[in-house]
């Protein structure tokens, strides 16, 4: 068992366990998904939940068997991060606010690229749409607040920043997130057969790129 | 072989299970909103309970049968017609080319479903057919039918022999006073406890936001606290949300994976098929349970529906 006691609350069909960090919930992730038991297990930021078919466990069977699953999870170590580089045009025409950032984090608008692409970000959860990412960088950074009147269309592939955290928009969606940019990369591919291009712990870095380049992106090209 | 779409209606999409497994990718459910109806309504013509179907939602829709085949109306529509003539819902109707069906709008509750004897070519993704609309992903195109869409068949689709009607005691009531069940969040555990008791006080009502993704409830305010701290963590449809408004907000098929406000409670899986029955307008009392009484509602619901649809799963 982990040092510190997980907290754990069961419904009916699913069981959340909170846990210390994220490394826990990755390593948990790892070590329940070994197994065919549940019909879902999602990851939350410092938490996990474990979804199972009621006619098939009741509670107290998920959480003795997830318990045991757990107990394993402690000697598998998941460093496996894997490094991704995200392509960001930050041209005013794909980031309506940039400027606002900009002025928010005291820099000219002209170095929002650079400083954008020095901060390493880890991917913390995928949620809100398939393949939508959080991101947070371990960097301080000053609180950007979000948009007063949400937009009713964020374009797919826009980055948002509210600070420490970000995102990348999987789809055409609305949103509140302020836009600094956006990649050409598809984010969630269901034709694939890892569907999402990023996964929870993976380390993100941007690039800037050009708005022609971002035009010409080949579309079927994987990283 | 198809079916054309001579009226939509509101919100008429292809529905049938949800996608499981990838929730962890951000995908969520979708499928059928009311999973008993459909299982319901998917049994009348021989098809396997899950299988796609049309759902249809508050306001009426017309299609054009454009072969012989059998369908199946279960749901809140308040009429069914073929060709003008009243037909019942519960059981199979052979229908010929050219045949027009016109389900009436949901008067109580909220969705029905047609069932088809053929197999709908609806989108395929992640294991699924079913529409998830904000992604515009699987179903037809992965959005809601419009007039003159016209949904294929496949080709060699038997007219199947099924000829059932449901039995009286399997029929679902359809109304717009609901008690759903629900059993303690997450949150409710330690420092929402109040707000869970007090949200069995008195019936909701549903606010005008509401759809697939969720159900906005409007009654007394809950206490809710002011952080806004909590890390974003897993949801799921039946999921009972408070924001720091106080008004509690009822996650449907459709909703994200995960969410930042606190989970005071869960609606019972038992009871989870009912929310695909809520509309603006409905009223909703909660009655909270405990989680072994909830898997044991579960199991003989299931035990009941086996005599007549054989195994079943209800989400």
């Given amino acids: ?40 297990i999602v990851p939350g930021l410092d938490s996990i939940a474990i979804q199972f078919d009621p006619a098939l466990f009741s509670p107290d069977e998920a959480a003795s068997l997830i318990a045991d699953q757990l107990d394993r999870a402690v000697h598998t170590t998941t460093n496996l991060s894997i490094l991704t580089t995200i392509p960001v045009c930050y041209d005013a025409k794909l980031a309506p606010d940039r400027d606002y950032v900009a ?79 956006r990649t050409p990369l598809r984010l969630f591919d269901p034709a694939k057969s890892q569907p999402a291009l990023l996964s929870a712990g993976d380390t993100v870095r941007f690039e800037s790129i050009s708005k022609e380049a971002f035009d010409h992106w080949p579309q079927e090209v994987e990283e | ?15 049938g299970a949800p996608f499981t497994g990838h929730r962890y990718l951000g995908m969520p459910a979708a ?24 759902e249809i939602t508050i306001t009426d829709a017309l299609f054009q049968i454009n072969e012989p085949c059998s369908i199946a109306v ?24 050219g045949d027009k069906i016109d389900i009436g709008p949901s008067r109580p509750g909220c969705r029905t479903y047609v069932a088809i004897s053929g197999e709908i ?29 016209v949904i294929s068949l496949t080709p060699d689709s038997p007219v199947t022999d099924v000829e059932r009607i449901t039995p009286q005691n399997l029929k679902l009531h359809y109304s717009d006073d609901l008690v759903l069940r ?36 409007e009654g007394a305010p809950l ?24 008004q509690p907000y009822l996650l449907g098929p459709d909703a994200q994976t995960t969410g930042g406000y606190p989970r005071i409670a869960q609606v019972i899986r038992a009871d989870r098929h009912l929310i695909g029955q809520l509309g603006s307008g409905s009223r909703v009392q909660f009655v909270q349970t405990t989680t072994e009484r909830a898997t044991k509602i579960y199991r003989e619901k299931l035990s009941l529906l086996s005599s007549w649809l054989g195994q079943i799963k209800l989400w």
């Avoid at chain 1, 907290?7 to 998904?33: E, G």
């Avoid at chain 1, 009147?149 to 374009?155: E, G, M």
């Fill in chain 1, 1 to 40: 068992m982990a040092d510190e006691q997980p907290t754990i609350h069961s419904c009916d069909d699913w069981i959340s366990i909170t846990l210390p960090d994220w490394k826990a919930v990755l390593a948990a992730q790892a070590a329940l998904s070994a197994n065919d038991h549940w019909t879902e």
């Fill in chain 1, 103 to 181: 002025r928010e984090l005291g820099i000219a608008v002209e170095a929002l690229p650079s400083w954008h692409a020095s901060r390493q970000q880890r991917i913390a959860m995928l949620g809100f749409m398939p393949g939508f990412a959080y991101l947070e960088s371990a960097e301080t950074c000053p609180a950007i607040g979000r948009l007063a009147n949400p937009r009713q269309l964020v374009k797919a592939g826009s980055i948002g920043i509210i600070g420490r955290q970000s995102c990348i928009y999987s789809f055409d969606s609305p949103g509140g997130w302020p836009i600094i940019g």
């Fill in chain 2, 1 to 15: 072989m198809s079916i054309t779409v001579l009226k939509a209606g509101l919100q008429t999409t292809l529905q």
């Fill in chain 2, 31 to 54: 499928g059928a909103a009311d999973s008993l109806s459909l299982a319901l309504a998917n049994f009348l013509v021989g098809k396997s309970l899950d299988a796609i179907a049309i």
């Fill in chain 2, 74 to 97: 279960v749901g809140a529509a308040e009429h069914v017609r073929i060709n003008g003539h009243a037909v019942r819902q519960h059981r199979t109707l052979k229908v010929m080319a």
């Fill in chain 2, 121 to 149: 070519n609806a989108d395929r993704l992640l294991g699924g057919q079913s529409t998830y609309l904000a992604a515009a992903l699987g179903g037809f195109r992965g959005r809601a039918l419009r007039k003159d869409d």
């Fill in chain 2, 182 to 217: 629900i059993i303690r969040g997450p949150e409710a555990a330690n420092t929402h406890a109040g707000a869970l008791t007090d949200l069995c006080l008195g019936p909701y009502a549903v606010g005008t936001r509401a759809n697939r993704m969720g159900l906005a409830l």
């Fill in chain 2, 223 to 246: 206490s809710a606290s002011n952080s806004t701290n909590m890390p974003s963590a897993a949801v799921f449809p039946g999921t009972i949300q408070l924001p720091p408004s106080g």
